[in-house]
């Protein structure tokens, strides 16, 4: 009888390998061969999954008391609540302007800009800055953002198809990394990664596909990612070979069911971090660090 061998397959395609921060606050994402879990195949991951831990430049008025309570005591300081989310093991730390947001307070550029550079001077870990989404607003935060912290290694953006050249240069220029977001198309992706690679180094790119939870959206973006990495490993695809951030905890927690009871929010959440990260997910934005303990828990720690 003939020994069994189960087939092992490799891929042409390699995910680029990004760095984010620093010095000794650098981490680095993608740089996999393989696709997402595929330990049995020939290849390698060597850049595991990395979670970071939202926080807002503002006090929230609409978060259930389960979300508030892990921030309670640094809820109303950015800079408590970053070192806050560092201390509960967070690889990175996710600050997001909403502020700004026209619709909400239309805070000034220059307040944005002063709040990022003093939670990343606080904080041993990288810095992931979210403008608002709104392409004209962030048209003016963001490049005020990047210069304020000027060499630090930010992951920033949203970088959109309808400001990419005034976030993206600026940003280059004072040596930041860009999220380039586009919604939930693989087309519009490649088409706004192809105008970034006129003047943008690819390696200095982390794409974006927007993230939905769990019951609400959520089959469309994982479809995207596992699109998406699987056109840049096993079909070599340049344009999608950027590690991918699911930014996720917002969009979770605004659920009803994450309303109704904190047992199904951290069921929620959850679910659809570990999910995305089925689907490749390099770095996942949680909101609530029992959700991080869980998925470090369910991975063995370190999100193999």
């Known amino acids: 009888m003939m020994e069994y061998k189960a087939p092992i397959e490799s891929y042409p395609g390699v995910v680029r390998e990004v760095t984010i921060g620093k010095g000794n606050k650098a981490i680095k994402l993608g740089g996999e061969n393989i696709l997402p879990l595929h330990f049995f195949d020939e290849g390698s991951r060597p850049n595991a999954p990395k979670f970071a831990l939202e926080l807002w430049d503002m006090k929230p008025e609409d978060w259930p008391e389960w979300g508030i309570e892990p921030f309670k005591d640094v809820i109303s300081d950015p800079v408590a609540w970053g070192k806050k989310c560092e201390s509960y093991g967070a690889d990175a730390v996710c600050l997001r302007l909403v502020s700004t947001d026209p619709s909400v307070k239309d805070s000034p550029p220059e307040q944005a800009a002063e709040i990022a550079k003093k939670?990343?001077?606080?904080?041993?870990?990288?810095l992931i800055v979210y403008g608002s989404a709104d392409a004209d607003k962030d048209a003016q935060v963001l490049p005020k953002v990047a210069s304020s912290c000027s060499g630090m290694n930010l992951l920033l953006g949203p970088v959109l198809k309808?400001?990419?050249?005034?976030?993206?240069?600026?940003?280059?220029?004072?040596?930041?990394?860009?999220?380039?977001?586009?919604?939930?198309?693989?087309?519009?992706?490649?088409?706004?990664?192809?105008?970034?690679?006129?003047?943008?180094?690819?390696?200095r790119v982390v794409i974006d596909p927007?993230?939905?939870?769990?019951g609400y959206g959520f089959e469309y973006t994982f479809s995207l990612m596992e699109r998406v990495k699987q056109a840049g490993v096993i079909f070599k695809d340049e344009m999608?070979?950027?590690?991918?951030?699911?930014?996720?905890?917002?969009?979770?927690?605004?659920?009803?069911?994450?309303?109704?009871?904190?047992?199904?929010?951290?069921?929620?959440?959850?679910?659809?971090?570990l999910s995305f990260l089925l689907a490749g997910a390099n770095v996942l934005v949680l909101r609530h660090p029992d959700t991080l303990n869980l998925i470090r828990e369910i991975t063995g720690g370190n999100g193999k």
């Open 119 to 126: 939670v990343a001077e606080a904080i041993n870990v990288p």
């Open 162 to 203: 309808e400001n990419y050249e005034v976030v993206a240069k600026v940003a280059l220029d004072h040596g930041h990394t860009l999220i380039a977001q586009t919604p939930v198309d693989i087309n519009l992706l490649k088409e706004l990664n192809v105008r970034l690679s006129k003047f943008c180094p690819l390696d």
């Open 240 to 273: 999608t070979q950027m590690p991918i951030i699911a930014d996720l905890g917002t969009e979770c927690w605004k659920t009803r069911e994450a309303k109704e009871s904190k047992e199904q929010a951290l069921i929620w959440e959850g679910v659809t971090a």
């Open 210 to 214: 927007l993230s939905s939870a769990l």
